[in-house]
């Protein structure tokens, strides 16, 4: 066997993979130079917090980027809604007072008898005093001048009897128009024919007698026979006044009270709740 000189190992000229790997060029990351948030791409959305539900969730692209923005209820809404909740509340209050007016109103319809008793007390005193002409039920051949400008009425007692009765002008045309009592107003609460201590038979009609148009006054002859008083009362304006004012006085001590209720609770209800409401709806759609 042939023996050769010792050397040295050969120098490998291909490098370890290693080493190719430590000195091979490595290439450089850089952070963006700009960010656009809101873009299509590149976006770093900002984590939300939703407050409208119980236990509130954060989202975001970044979790290291922990900055949080809150939706918060608008006070527009909120502002809204109290006038919405006032003008319902203040409408239900009117609507309420108006019905407790009704109530009463009705009350006090099923009072009528005793309010038309209070306005009798009143006016049968004025109608006292319109008396021009008393008979005690025998009358005969009296004279009474008649006033061709005023309108005169007859009126007997509850309970008398007319025998006969005559009121003629000097020409003996008659006088009087007869007709039977009608109650002049059934919802006052007064009977005109059953109320009164005397009640009307008929009134005296000058326009009855010849050229009446052109006199101031007519003298007339009266004749009665009757088992009971009766009278000629002159009814003028002055008296109608004095019953209605009388009536009025009355009406307004049992109506006003309900009256101003229901006025009141539909001023409430209608006039002011609605600015409530449209104050609210106005600032809700705004």
């Not at 490595?26 to 952070?31: G, R």
């Not at 692209?61 to 922990?66: D, G, K, R, S, Y």
């Not at 061709?148 to 009425?153: A, E, P």
């Not at 128009?177 to 201590?197: H, L, T």
Request: glycine share 8%.
């Amino acid at each position: 066997m042939e023996e050769k000189p010792f050397s040295a190992p050969t120098q490998n000229t291909q490098e370890p993979p290693l080493q190719n790997a430590q000195e091979a060029p490595t290439s450089t990351i850089s952070p963006p130079s700009s960010i656009n948030v809101g873009a299509a791409s590149n976006t770093i959305n900002p984590p939300s917090v939703d407050y409208n539900v119980t236990n509130p969730t954060i989202s975001t692209v970044n979790p290291a980027a922990q900055t949080i923005m809150l939706n918060q209820p608008e006070k527009g809404n909120t502002v809204s809604n109290v006038f919405l909740i006032i003008g319902a509340v203040v409408l239900v209050i009117g609507l309420g007072v108006m019905g407790l007016g009704v109530i009463q109103f009705g009350d006090t319809l099923g009072k009528m008898d005793e309010i038309g008793a209070k306005k009798v007390l009143r006016i049968q005193p004025l109608l006292d005093d319109t008396v021009v002409f008393s008979s005690d039920g025998s009358t005969t051949n009296e004279s009474f001048e008649f006033d061709t400008d005023l309108w005169y009425q007859i009126r007997v007692e509850h309970g008398a009897t007319i025998n006969s009765i005559s009121i003629l002008d000097e020409n003996n045309n008659t006088l009087l128009f007869e007709e039977k009592c009608k109650d002049s107003n059934p919802e006052d609460g007064i009977d005109d024919c059953k109320d009164y201590s005397t009640f009307d038979i008929g009134s005296i009609d000058v326009a009855l007698s010849e050229g009446s148009q052109y006199k101031q006054s007519i003298n007339g002859t009266i004749n009665i026979n009757a088992t009971g008083n009766v009278t000629i009362n002159n009814l003028d304006d002055e008296f109608f006044e004095s019953v209605f004012d009388s009536a009025a006085l009355i009406d307004e001590e049992y109506f006003a009270g309900p009256t101003i209720t229901i006025f009141f609770g539909a001023c409430v209800g209608c006039c002011v709740s609605p600015i409530g409401l449209l104050v609210g709806i106005v600032i809700r759609f705004a």
